[in-house]
């Protein structure tokens, strides 16, 4: 333990109180493959984090690393702001044939910036625009970004307090079965939107995420998310999906919206639309809402060419079913063991939520989320919490994993949850209260 406090001692001293992530995993990461990272003592982890979603394709995939190298080696160019360059090029046409056309999406590509706030700011500056409206519906646990725009958005209180600023704009909405089975919230919504009594002004967008991944992995039945298509239609309302985490295959499909039949007007894209990790974001528009006089929105880091590298040998991976194949089956292995888990410890876990390569354990005591991540990590597992009391363990390794070390990490978690969890040792813990 002295040890690894006395390696994290330069993040201590120098790095801002700001960092959190660093607080969980106490250790200094070397290197990594995959789904696998080693710190400076040699030790291994399976990684079940993918950088928020952003690692999709692990760690130094080896397809993308080698397009990279030979980019860089080329003297290919790096930095252009939004000039053309063979790397764009080549990009938009992949993007196109590989996933517009294949699922008849007709969509204009905006660069915005590097970051999935960046696409979701200027989401919510093109619909703003495009109707002259200014309010926004979003919804209840909803996670949209750290910019004041993105951020008016998201529920979590935590993080809008710190904005230092009101943060306005929007009217928040129950989430589909926010209120539980029994009630439908999209037609709430409808009601409210369409009584002149109700206070609310007819918005320019609803902007949603069709699995909440911050907000506690729930997911939004085909049902409302169709119910809440057919309102924005009705009324000129623009519907935007964020997908910057559960995009590029997270939930299944490339976008998670495939499944519902839904055709939104605008789609945010981040995290693993880099191929690698690399920063790069883009937000899709239908060409009628493409209002943008040149240079509205703009930004420095909106051209990354190796961004545009990486994503065009990731998206190699979509011009096969394998990949969602794949996906598919260790989504089906991580349900079982979820479930599984849930069955083997009731008096700790409530329920299991999510889908795809994204699922989580529901904790009935919200602190023993963050005891299952601890205890995960000694074991050797990178597990984060998500939820607004953090109280679901949250499940997203890459989604190019390993079966066998996919069932590796499990295995681990099981006996972190039976450290945790065990009947006697929490018959123990029972006695010793009394």
Request: glycine share 10%.
């Amino acid at each position: 333990m002295e040890n690894r406090q006395a390696d994290m001692d330069v993040f201590n001293r120098l790095e801002s109180e700001v960092r959190s992530y660093c607080r969980s995993f106490q250790t200094v990461f070397t290197i990594a493959n995959n789904a696998r990272i080693w710190d400076k003592s040699g030790k291994e982890y399976i990684d079940f984090f993918a950088g928020a979603g952003a690692l999709n394709y692990g760690h130094n995939n080896r397809r993308i690393r080698a397009k990279l190298i030979e980019y860089l080696q080329a003297d290919g160019v790096t930095h252009s702001l939004d000039m053309a360059t063979e790397a764009k090029e080549t990009f938009l046409t992949r993007f196109k044939s590989f996933i517009l056309e294949p699922r008849k999406l007709d969509y204009k590509v905006m660069f915005p910036g590097p970051t999935g706030t960046n696409s979701v700011e200027s989401a919510l500056k093109i619909a703003r625009k495009a109707t002259g409206r200014t309010n926004v519906i979003c919804f209840t646990n909803a996670f949209h970004g750290m910019s004041l725009g993105s951020l008016a958005a998201t529920g979590n209180a935590f993080k809008r307090k710190g904005a230092g600023v009101m943060l306005g704009g929007t009217t928040f909405m129950p989430y589909d079965r926010y209120f539980g089975p029994q009630i439908d919230t999209a037609a709430m919504m409808e009601k409210m939107l369409d009584d002149p009594g109700s206070g609310i002004d007819l918005p320019a967008a609803v902007l949603l995420e069709t699995l909440q991944g911050e907000g506690g992995l729930n997911e939004a039945s085909t049902e409302w998310l169709r119910r809440v298509e057919c309102i924005c239609r009705d009324r000129g309302i623009l519907l935007i999906v964020d997908d910057v985490q559960m995009g590029c295959g997270r939930t299944g499909t490339f976008f998670s919206f495939e499944e519902a039949g839904i055709n939104p007007d605008v789609v945010c894209l981040s995290k693993s639309i880099g191929g690698y990790g690399l920063p790069m974001a883009l937000t899709l528009i239908k060409p009628a809402f493409d209002v943008w006089q040149p240079g509205e929105h703009n930004g420095t880091f909106r051209g990354n060419n190796l961004g545009f590298v990486a994503a065009n040998e990731a998206l190699d991976y979509w011009r096969t079913p394998e990949l969602e194949l794949a996906i598919a089956s260790n989504a089906r292995l991580m349900f079982g063991f979820l479930h599984r888990m849930a069955s083997a410890y009731p008096q700790a876990i409530e329920e299991v939520r999510g889908k795809g390569m994204i699922q989580g354990l529901v904790f009935r005591e919200p602190a023993n989320a963050a005891r299952l991540s601890k205890a995960a990590f000694k074991q050797g597992v990178i597990l984060e919490t998500s939820g607004p009391k953090d109280e679901v363990a949250k499940f997203m390794p890459p989604l190019t994993i390993e079966e066998n070390v996919l069932k590796l990490g499990l295995a681990k978690i099981e006996s972190a949850l039976r450290e945790l969890f065990d009947p006697v040792k929490l018959a123990g813990t029972a006695e010793a209260r009394l």
